[in-house]
C-alpha cells in the first residue's frame, strides 16, 4: 500500500504497511538514518521528528497517520550545520556519545519555534520528553538560549 506524505519538504510515497511506524520508513524504506531508535516505546524521544511542525514520536507513530501530511526530521534543520540549534549546541560542546541528540535538537527546535524566548520552566517542560544518558541537561538549556537569542536577532 502506497502512503505519500512530505518529508522535509518533499513529497515521498512510502510502499510500507499503513500500522509501520514512522521511524521505520524514515529510516529504512527513505534512508535518512539521522532520526534514532531509542526505547521504541516512546519514552525516551530519540525518534523526535515533527508532524505539521509539532515533535511526535515515530517510534509509535504508525505511517497512516502522516498520510498528507509533512513531516520534518533533523536533517530538515540544515545540512551544514548553519541552523542556530546546531550552533549553540557546537558552541556549547552538548553531544557526549551523541545518540539523543537529534530528538533533542527537534524537541528544541519546536519550542523556537512558537518561542523566541523561553525561561528555564518553558525548556524543561518542552524538554521533558528527552532524556539524556550523558546528562547534558545543563548544556542543553544553554544551548538553547543561546540559540533563541540568536534567532531573536535576526
Known amino acids: ?18 500500522d509501520t511506524p514512522l521511524l521505520w520508513v524514515i529510516r529504512d524504506e527513505i534512508g535518512l538514518t539521522g532520526t534514532k531508535f531509542g526505547c521504541g516505546m516512546a519514552l525516551c524521544g530519540a525518534c523526535t521528528v515533527h508532524l505539521n511542525g509539532e515533535p511526535i514520536r515515530s517510534c509509535q507513530t504508525p505511517l497512516s497517520v502522516v498520510a498528507g501530511k509533512q513531516v520534518a ?29 537529534s530528538g533533542q535538537l527537534m524537541s528544541a527546535a519546536a519550542l523556537l519555534r512558537t518561542n523566541k524566548n523561553p525561561s528555564d520552566a518553558d525548556i524543561e517542560n518542552a524538554m521533558s520528553g528527552n532524556i539524556c544518558r550523558c546528562g547534558t541537561y545543563n548544556r542543553i538549556r544553554a544551548a538553547i538560549k543561546t540559540a533563541a537569542a540568536e534567532m531573536r536577532k535576526a
Open 1 to 18: 500500500m502506497a502512503t505519500k506524505f512530505k518529508l522535509n519538504g518533499k513529497e515521498v510515497t512510502a510502499q510500507a504497511e499503513p
Open 73 to 101: 526530521t533533523i536533517e530538515s534543520l540544515s545540512k551544514d550545520n548553519s541552523h542556530p540549534l546546531q550552533k549553540a549546541w557546537i558552541a556549547h560542546d552538548v553531544p557526549q556519545c551523541g545518540y539523543c541528540q
